[in-house]
């Protein structure tokens, strides 16, 4: 119900409620969108309060290490493919033979705010913590980048220090756009392509975290979702007014569907599924599973990072057997909040996505040697 109307509030629909309400979200934005650019100038106008944070300091006079740091971040609040593009890059980094740390602050996990601060939870051969304990995003990239040291916690300035300390000459700064306290070489920033301006109004009134003009500061413009060469020539037009930094373009493929334990996959084509999730944009997860030829029966949309829990399980049977469903579907997000899952009445399985750079394959490649 809440997700209709914030649907409807972000749509074209006009009605009197729908417009006091855009209204009032509009005026709440302008404060949001006052305190982002006081926040941003002092960044910018006051390098001092920056550096001070930087890790070229400890780094150079403590450590003595030339580590150097990418970000992956965006300018637009949820759901733009921030998880595959950290594992897209993070994959890349490590073929190259670099020790390579990603630092996550762990959105809703209890490490985020133990007062313990960052922790370790992959030293690459897997998370050693519950999705649970590290969140749903870094237990699923530390369990497929193996080879990496995976920190979490709010405070990445630290876990960065212990990165660096640890031997990593990589560090990789998921989610990291708005994150100014640490200094980084390179800004990757990644766009929905179907919306890449968050519906051109602040938060809440829309999506945008940071005005356009923000992207100046990004080395690399990632464009998720293309579905043409049109679509993306039409776009980097578009993002040219604000950054002249190099633009890619990718979109998610589809590699298979498995169990929970991943011995087992499965075919989606022809099949009766139900479908569940718990991610920004669910739209984008359905369209899939339809893509590969599943009829879906059933559609239930959680909020981003709710786990799905044995209640659900036990209420959702019932419709399993009444619409003779044959799977049961989630995201890979989801499926690591289930491991312990019980048991029922038909397969419970996942879909493993990849994103592939569709366009610009040599600005792409430039700018992984840059970084490494």
């Not at 300018?75 to 190259?96: E, H, M, N, S």
Request: charged content about 25%; aromatic content about 10%.
């Amino acid at each position: 119900m809440i997700l209709e109307l914030l649907d409807k509030i972000h749509s074209s629909k006009r009605g009197v409620l729908l417009d006091s309400m855009r209204a009032l979200l509009y005026f709440v934005s302008l404060f949001y969108r006052l305190t982002m650019a006081i926040r941003n100038s002092l960044y910018d106008n006051f390098n001092r309060w920056e550096k001070s944070f930087s890790l070229k300091l400890f780094r150079i006079n403590i450590y003595n290490s030339k580590a150097r740091v990418i970000s992956i971040g965006n300018i637009v609040a949820g759901g733009t493919g921030k998880t595959p593009l950290t594992l897209l890059v993070a994959k890349a980094i490590l073929k190259k033979k670099r020790s390579l740390a990603i630092l996550s602050r762990g959105y809703k996990a209890k490490i985020e705010n133990d007062a313990m601060g960052p922790q370790l939870i992959s030293c690459g051969a897997g998370p050693i913590k519950t999705a649970a304990e590290c969140g749903d995003e870094p237990y699923l990239m530390s369990k497929n980048t193996p080879g990496a040291l995976f920190y979490v916690g709010k405070n990445r300035v630290e876990s960065a220090r212990m990165a660096v300390k640890a031997g990593a000459n990589i560090i990789l700064l998921d989610d990291g756009m708005q994150y100014r306290s640490l200094h980084r070489d390179f800004d990757i920033v990644l766009l929905d392509a179907q919306d890449p301006f968050g519906r051109d109004h602040f938060l809440p009134r829309g999506f945008l975290r940071e005005h356009p003009k923000a992207l100046k500061r990004s080395s690399l413009i990632v464009l998720n979702h293309i579905y043409s060469k049109s679509h993306f020539e039409e776009l980097k037009k578009e993002i040219s007014i604000w950054s002249s930094a190099p633009v890619v373009g990718v979109s998610p493929q589809y590699i298979k569907t498995v169990g929970l334990d991943e011995k087992q996959s499965f075919s989606l084509r022809g099949k009766k599924v139900m479908a569940f999730c718990g991610i920004a944009k669910p739209k984008y997860f359905f369209e899939l599973l339809e893509s590969q030829g599943a009829e879906i029966v059933f559609k239930e949309v959680l909020p981003d990072h709710e786990k799905a829990s044995q209640t659900f399980f036990d209420k959702v049977e019932i419709a399993a057997k009444d619409l003779e469903a044959e799977l049961m579907v989630c995201t890979e997000k989801d499926a690591v909040k289930i491991e312990d899952f019980k048991s029922f009445c038909i397969p419970i399985c996942f879909v493993k996505i990849e994103l592939t750079v569709e366009y610009g394959k040599k600005e792409f490649e430039k700018a992984l040697n840059y970084m490494v």
